[in-house]
């Protein structure tokens, strides 16, 4: 991460925007990983973000500006059956990034990190992760493209917001976790498997990422495009709240004195 970053400084200048978003995962239920397995999910996904956050900040800080992202998930969350690697690296990767912003703010300097919290995605992974299923592994629909984490991603870039949570179905983990965790821990026990596997056997010689990257040019899109969507209406109103807020208080405002003059004319 030191090479890289002294690389990037020395080619293109000094860092304003530093992106986290390494992973590898597995799907494959916790009794049948093996522990370097789970080690080297933990490694590239959790200490990766750490490593990184490590090499742009020992730059930021002494300069007092810059903008840290750290790609999330619905999945840091609510954690979900047959990706407990993954889904513990995405749950310690938000309780790191909440210690060092707090730090931040205490040395009072300027310089930002946020954490943007992803729904599922159409990216080749899908076609690239290890897997012990017996069918081929899918993102929980609904399914956005990568253009939407894009979006949200550059956005974060120019705006100086705690956490940009991404998608309905984001939104629903975080705020279904904190009041129905037990019944959620029931509802994916049920659904949590079928709900990641389509109806196609899967490969078992596949080449998968886990210690090497898969040879080939993948693209940024998976093999989802006709389930995909380019469209997060949800994305828009994270982006605007106050005019989404203040959209919400009209409609109130208007439903109550239309029920209000409806009972005077009674």
């Avoid at 995962?25 to 049948?32: A, E, G």
């Avoid at 990216?123 to 017996?134: D, I």
Wanted: glycine fraction near 8%; charge should be positive.
């Amino acid at each position: 991460m030191e090479l890289a970053a002294a690389q990037v400084e020395e080619q293109w200048g000094p860092i304003d925007v530093w992106v986290n978003n390494a992973m590898v995962s597995v799907f494959s239920s916790f009794k049948d990983m093996t522990s370097d397995e789970f080690r080297r999910v933990t490694e590239v996904t959790y200490l990766g973000v750490v490593y990184g956050t490590s090499a742009a900040l020992s730059r930021m800080i002494p300069r007092n500006r810059g903008i840290i992202i750290q790609v999330g998930s619905a999945l840091s969350e609510r954690s979900i059956p047959l990706q407990s690697a993954y889904c513990g690296a995405k749950h310690a990767i938000r309780g790191f990034t909440d210690s060092i912003r707090s730090e931040l703010i205490h040395d009072r300097s300027k310089v930002h990190i946020t954490m943007v919290q992803l729904p599922a995605i159409n990216t080749p992974q899908f076609s690239w992760t290890m897997s012990r299923m017996p069918f081929k592994p899918q993102p929980v629909p609904p399914i956005f493209q990568p253009e939407v984490a894009a979006d949200a991603i550059v956005w974060s870039s120019h705006h100086r917001r705690r956490e940009l949570h991404v998608g309905i179905p984001t939104v629903k983990a975080m705020w279904g976790n904190k009041f129905f965790a037990g019944l959620l821990d029931h509802y994916l026990a049920k659904k949590g498997y079928s709900g990641q596997q389509t109806d196609e056997l899967e490969e078992r010689d596949r080449p998968n990422n886990m210690w090497h990257p898969v040879e080939g040019d993948f693209g940024a899109h998976g093999r989802f495009d006709a389930r995909a969507s380019y469209q997060c209406n949800q994305l828009w109103l994270a982006k605007n709240k106050w005019l989404g807020l203040g959209l919400l208080a009209t409609g109130i405002g208007t439903a109550l004195a239309l029920s209000l003059r409806d009972r005077l004319q009674e």
